[in-house]
């Protein structure tokens, strides 16, 4: 296990690299370049700088979170093809610098989708929220009004500028069905996925988050099943998973260690953190510990050890802890929190295994 951070770039993140460098067993940082628009290629010269500043500090820029995909390339709008070459030309850039994973997501319109950003848990650190009454039955032709007018509803991506744009998008995929969607996942995959092996760099799919159709859009990479499918869109080892355990957890139904022994060898990026899920299907994000949510860490660890996981992994979102100031789920405590809980098991997993080996061979 390769452990990384994710790190939104200098000016933009509020962690220095130095922090992140302190960190035990912290190898490197999942970066992108954040202001550069979907669908835009990225420049070279922004690629280099970003890796000066990871090699000032000793880290390494394997594993980019996210190249993402232009909403028409979603939508299987004829522009799309455009979009589609400069991916391409993003890709081989990347290549150039020594990336090796690229994690991205297929969601319509949104990553991930919460109702509070700072709900407080009982011990008075505030998480990632999900309510389902806060959202359900709200049309999404009628909600950017709505959003408009009700200050309280707050989502990421929903600044005031995009509303109007929001409503046009929501009309188009009013037309596109998860079977298109798939259709147009295919059509993507089978022109990327050959550029991204002849540079040795492995694509890896971020399930939808939640794994379930928010506002009416539809949602496909969504438990073991839609995953076994999108392996075999096009079956070749590039074409992999960003496997994570919070935003599949969020379905109780998700058993995720089963998923890490079925899908292995295709999972180039674990993100691994914990969620806590009730009898409504709300969710709350919880510290890693198996004990604090419904996701069992521990069994998920168990499984990655057994199938002698060698990518990379990171932990994802943490709570918001000891005051500390941070964007949504990014904080440097918990965070930090979470990976000395993932090496600890990993250790000990290690350690035992070891022993086992020797008791074995007495
Ligand atoms: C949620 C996070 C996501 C992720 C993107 C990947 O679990 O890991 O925000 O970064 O969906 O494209
Ligand atoms: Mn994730």
Redesign the pocket.
Known sequence: MRMVFRWFGEGNDLIPLDYVKQIPGVEGIVWALHDIPAGEAWPLERIKEVKEQADRYGLHLDVV??VNVHEDIKLGLPSRDQYIENYKTTIRRLAEVGVKVI???FMPVF??TRTDLFKELEDGSTALFFEHAKIKDLDPLELVDKIAGNSTLTMPGWEPERLKYLSTLFEQYQEVSEEDLWQHLRYFLEQIIPVAEEHNIKMAI?PD?PPFSVFGLPRIIVNKQSIERFLTLVDRPANGL?L?S??LGANINNDVAEMVRAFADRIHFA?IRNVKTDENGDFIETSHRSADGTVDVLSIMKAYHDCGFTGYARP??GRHIWGETCRPGYGLYDRGLGIMYLWGIWDMLERLKKEGSHAGGQ
Do not use: A, K, L
Request: aromatic fraction near 12%; charged fraction near 25%; hydrophobic fraction near 5%.
């Open positions: 979170e996210s994690c991205y997501n990553d991930w971020h988050d960003t994570c919070g935003s993100h994802d979102h």
